[in-house]
């Protein structure tokens, strides 16, 4: 009896010191966190789609213009190439957003639900500078993503990333909000202000969804930063508010209408600081005006320092490239600069400064202009490269099916050379095929385009 009571008194004693989790105030809290997790998986996941590619790769060889090489060659001169990527329903009409890198060089698009369901889809327009495309399935029921406010992000909030990396559908990550306003960490050339995470992102996350604790979209997973070719904790987003304005434009136009402000820039250095008795950094120096341009209209001049655009701040030179291209054209706004150490608003209206543009033949469904110093520019053209540009580009047109895009130079058509935009319709061959040679980021190349 005696070591019965012992032993009761020893399981009281072990009973007494287990913690009790169930009533545990931390515990619950941290149950309340999942349960929000739980919850926007199952309210976005629906909304966020798997997409596979195919695109036919080209080999090029210097024995292309052999006739006897060429029959021989072009049995084995191409093959199919599969990509896989992410997108995210933005319309219960079918509207998809995802990057331009996912979808730049594809011949088919094939976009899987969550359901299982599968379709077909097409190309609205496509954004390079954003690295941002929208697509179009044709369907009924389809879940699609409420859009949230990405100028509303701070540092440190909820960040939930939904895509299919390695083709891992409906993959969900959580991290929060490293940074926001990163200009020039992807590309150089690409305009966007993006949202930096340590949500986990992966290959094959590319056009994802990035979400807050509301599951609200706040950005599209673009890249990472690695030295492996994984996650390393360090993944960026193209914020929503941009994704809108862009897709706005594509729908409306097929491609993104941009004004230049008609300003030569550079970042602040510490003889600036110096020289003009600044106190910071942050800003756009401005070297120079271009004469007639909205700059000039709106009363900026030479040694300026533009420190905010519409509302919003300008933190270097690279975001006031981000800054403009989120104005709309012949929307009214403001800018803020620093003159002698004075704050002074300065109203303007977007203007497209681009000089006008010519149509080609209709069946080709392109615009083009001679090359100008604000052309070279926009699109970063060397001044070594000679030829026309194209500005706009139809959708469904055969120069889309050819995947001609704006910003792309024809520097010969039928081998003859362009100095201007009235030469293209003089060398231009009706109801036949005809041979252009293309200029892109560094590289010359030619392909035969038939109108047919």
Not at 310 to 336: A, M
Not at 435 to 448: I, N, Q, R
Request: net charge positive; with cysteine; aromatic share 8%.
């Amino acid at each position: 009896m005696i070591i019965s009571i012992k032993k009761i008194i020893i399981l009281l004693i072990i009973a007494s010191s287990i913690p009790s989790f169930a009533y545990n105030p931390q515990i619950s809290d941290l149950k309340k966190t999942s349960s929000a997790f739980n919850m926007v998986a199952q309210k976005a996941n629906p909304s966020v789609v798997s997409i596979s590619t195919v695109s036919t790769v080209r080999h090029s060889s210097p024995f292309m213009n052999d006739p006897f090489f060429n029959h021989y060659y072009r049995y084995g001169g191409q093959q199919q190439q599969k990509g896989l990527g992410s997108g995210v329903i933005v319309s219960e009409s079918g509207h998809i957003l995802t990057n331009h890198h996912v979808v730049s060089k594809a011949d088919e698009i094939n976009i899987t639900l969550s359901d299982g369901r599968e379709f077909s889809a097409h190309v609205i327009g496509s954004d390079k500078k954003t690295d941002l495309a929208l697509l179009k399935i044709e369907g009924s029921s389809l879940p699609s993503i409420h859009l949230g406010n990405s100028d509303s992000l701070s540092v440190g909030d909820w960040a939930i990333a939904i895509g299919n990396p390695f083709g891992l559908n409906g993959s969900v990550t959580v991290g929060i909000i490293s940074a926001t306003g990163r200009s020039g960490v992807v590309d150089a050339e690409n305009y966007a202000d993006f949202i930096q995470t340590d949500a986990a992102i992966n290959p094959g996350n590319s056009g994802g969804a990035l979400l807050n604790i509301d599951g609200k979209l706040i950005g599209i997973n673009t890249a990472i930063f690695s030295q492996s070719g994984g996650y390393m904790g360090i993944g960026f987003a193209i914020p929503v508010n941009m994704a809108k304005r862009v897709m706005d434009d594509l729908l409306k136009y097929g491609k993104v209408r941009r004004g230049m402000l008609g300003v030569t820039i550079k970042p602040i250095t510490d003889d600036d600081m110096l020289d003009y008795n600044l106190t910071s950094r942050e800003g756009a120096f401005v070297l120079e005006v271009k004469p007639g341009s909205t700059a000039d209209k709106a009363g900026i001049k030479p040694f300026d320092v533009i420190i905010e655009i519409g509302g919003k701040k300008v933190s270097d030179y690279l975001s006031l490239r981000t800054r403009i291209s989120e104005l709309k054209l012949g929307e009214p706004s403001y800018c803020v600069v620093l003159r002698k150490n004075r704050e002074k608003s300065l109203s303007f209206t977007l203007e497209h400064t681009l000089g006008t543009s010519q149509k080609t033949p209709a069946s080709l469904g392109l615009n083009i202009q001679s090359l100008s110093s604000d052309t070279r520019q926009q699109f970063a053209i060397p001044n070594h490269i000679n030829g026309i540009i194209i500005t706009s580009v139809e959708p469904g047109s055969i120069a889309a099916q050819y995947r001609l895009v704006p910003g792309l130079v024809i520097t010969k058509l039928n081998r003859k050379r362009l100095k201007s935009a009235k030469d293209f319709n003089r060398y231009f061959i009706k109801n036949k095929a005809n041979l252009f040679t293309l200029y892109e980021s560094g590289y010359e190349f030619s392909v035969v385009i038939s109108p047919h």
